[in-house]
């Protein structure tokens, strides 16, 4: 993260303003009681944070201390409990991977508790700096029976879908974000996507003359309003934390047009100090053991490191798919290894290390470097590193081929899609070279970056 930003990774966008809390209202249909003793099914939930209730799916399943919940990143990812139950008419849904959890109590057969999560605050690089501690954020939580709405015949809906660019200087060094719309007819799914990565899958509907969409998967609530504007323009309004933003979303095309400015390159943002110098670390692994890049484990493979942070939402969305390349190509050569920055309390006791390395049932390898702010102090080799995750490309040398800023998730569609092409390109022509070919080739993907 950049100094003074008021983004967090995988922040929570929420709209405010009376009127819209009448349009998420409207949201969900009223649903008849149902019984306390069987939770099964989906829930139409809600979080409220600031006055303004964010809704979210939430699925139930099993009984007892067998239950199972789900939330939602969209309609198909989904994060699971790592613990649950329900006893005597309360309902606990624990995220330990997220240190979040959901308590509540079955009223007249709907849901009313609070969800708890330890809220990191916005990280200050700048050098000797230190951010304050995380806190315990509490948040209202109802819940009821989702009932689908009834269909209705909506005329002249109008149509969004597709890639956009907002202008916005952020301290990353940012001069524009992308909002990426999927549409079918009155329903959208969208995401904002930033150098970091993206926002999660929000989704909802057209409803009053805007569009207002919506999400909840264990870290960051969402809520984002979308009007179009009389110019073809869209109005943007959403928030994060601590801050408010209405800003204006152009057709690329659009933007280039006026002069704009595009959106960071994901493959230049962050780039090395020496591509002649090998890429050094050496921190503890979760057991205590030190480990670094002369390990026979490490040395002479392809190596992915990932500077990364149990904390950052954007890093879950990355181990999921960091588990499929480990499996897909660690026979053939490739290793990763993370280089997790934690809070000092979670690096004392990794609690929620353990929880992530379970949740997602990684097989790689988890460093623990030090907090968030020594970022800096211990990856000294990489320049202009203030993304979370950065995932760095090392060839056989031991020497950075290529650095990937962000991660861009499946919410983003095709940035997702041409993401995961540079990932594959580059460890397939990393993983054919030897470590006397690509001694002399600063950078085997250069022609990844002109995009």
Known sequence: MSKNSVFRPGRAFLVTGVALGVSVASLFAQAPNTSAENLDGRWAATITKDGVAVPFRLDISGNGTNVVGKLYNGSED?????????????????????????????????????????RRSPINITPGAVSAPPKDDVSPFHARRYVAPTAAALSNVPHIDGVWEIPHESPKGEKAWRLIVEQKGAEITATILRIDGDSGALTGSWQDGKFVASHFDGARP????????????????????????????????????????????????TSVRDPNEVFTYSFPDVHGKLLSNEDPKFKGKVVLAIVTGTWCPNCHDEAKYLVQLYQQYHDKGLEIVAL????????????????????????????????????????????????????????????????????????????????????????????????????????????????
């Open 78 to 118: 989904y994060e699971t409990t790592t613990s649950a139950s329900f006893d005597n008419g309360t309902l606990q849904l624990n995220f330990l991977h997220y240190l979040t959890s959901i308590t509540a109590q079955v009223k007249n057969g709907e849901l009313d508790g609070q969800v708890t999560s330890v």
């Open 222 to 269: 969402g809520l984002i309003q979308i009007t179009p504007q009389a110019d073809g323009s869209l109005q943007v309004v959403l928030r994060a934390e601590p801050r408010n933003f209405t800003l204006t979303a152009y057709r690329p095309e659009v933007a280039r047009a006026k002069g704009l400015p595009e959106p960071a390159n994901f493959l230049t943002h």
């Open 340 to 451: 997790d920055f934690e809070e000092s309390d979670q690096a004392a006791s990794l609690t929620r290390v353990n929880a992530f390395i379970k949740q997602y049932n990684v097989p790689y390898t988890y460093l623990i470097a030090g907090t968030p702010d020594e970022m800096w102090d211990k990856v000294p080799q990489l320049v202009n590193l203030n993304t979370w995750p950065a995932t760095v490309f090392v060839g056989r040398d031991g020497r950075v081929k290529a650095i990937y800023s962000g991660f861009a998730s499946v919410a983003s569609g095709a940035f997702n899609t041409q993401l995961k092409a540079d990932f594959t390109s580059t460890i397939e022509k990393l993983l054919k070279e030897n470590p006397a070919e690509n001694a002399s080739l600063a950078n085997p993907v250069a022609n990844l970056t002109s995009r």
